[in-house]
């Protein structure tokens, strides 16, 4: 059974430092892009960027780029989303997602990790 | 990018069916025939329903269908059931590498 398991809920603060996880089960993990997504409360769903578990090599949305960094440990199965320097704008539920074919559509999902952030 | 556009809301009674815009431009949806749409539950993650703008995965029910025309991509729930009411979000390539989603509808069955 494929699965992607998200790391739990996080409450922070402004400027400081998160790494959030996703891991990939049930599958060749390598095979298979990790897309994350952003839904803020009461809103849409946002695309952040993708990252090709082979090689590291990753897509940003421009809205995201320089604001978090994707990675991957293949050793782990795991794929990683992380901000240097938080801003309460960041509250929101994160959500990773496997690309079926090149990384698109998104055929699993994690449940979703919670980060808020508040002073 | 900006978001593809979506009604905020359609309703329908039990039995009915419903059709759900995504509008984007020559450069997304009227570039690439990869139309996705999810369904979400609230607090719940998104499930693929339709995929390749028409295509359903394994066990998605045939209620679900989408089509595209120009610039416009629609999901079609027929035979509206009450486990239908949820959110429902297109997806598609906004460029040939990054993704845009759209802002997303509620479906309520009254």
């Known amino acids: 059974e494929v699965q992607l398991v998200q790391s739990g809920t996080e409450v922070t603060k402004p400027g400081e430092s998160l790494r959030i996880s996703c891991q990939g089960s049930?599958?060749?993990?390598?095979?298979?892009?990790i897309s994350w997504v952003r839904q803020r409360p009461g809103k849409g769903l946002e695309w952040m960027g993708r990252?090709?578990?082979?090689?590291?090599?990753?897509n940003y949305s421009p809205s995201f780029q320089g604001r978090v960094t994707l990675s991957v440990d293949k050793s782990r199965n795991t794929a990683f989303l992380q901000w240097s320097d938080l801003k309460t704008s960041d509250t929101a539920l994160y959500f990773c997602a496997r690309g079926l074919y090149d990384g698109y559509p998104f055929d699993y999902w994690g449940q979703g990790t919670l980060i808020t952030v508040s002073s | 990018q900006s978001a593809l556009t979506q009604p905020a809301s359609v309703s329908g009674s039990p039995g009915q069916s419903i059709t759900i815009s995504c509008t984007g431009n020559i450069s997304d949806i009227g570039n690439y025939d990869i139309v996705s749409w999810y369904q979400q539950y609230p607090g719940k993650a998104p499930k693929l329903i339709i995929y390749e703008i028409n295509k359903r995965p394994s066990g998605v029910s045939d209620r679900f269908s989408g089509s595209k025309s120009g610039n416009t991509a629609s999901l079609t729930i027929s035979g509206l059931q009450a486990e239908d009411e949820a959110d429902y979000s297109c997806?598609?390539?906004?460029?040939?590498?990054?993704?845009?989603f759209g802002g997303g509808t509620k479906v309520t069955v009254v």
């Open positions: 990252i090709d578990p082979a090689d590291s090599y990753t």
């Open positions: 049930g599958y060749n993990f390598p095979t298979y892009w």
């Open positions: 997806c598609t390539y906004g460029t040939s590498t990054t993704l845009l």
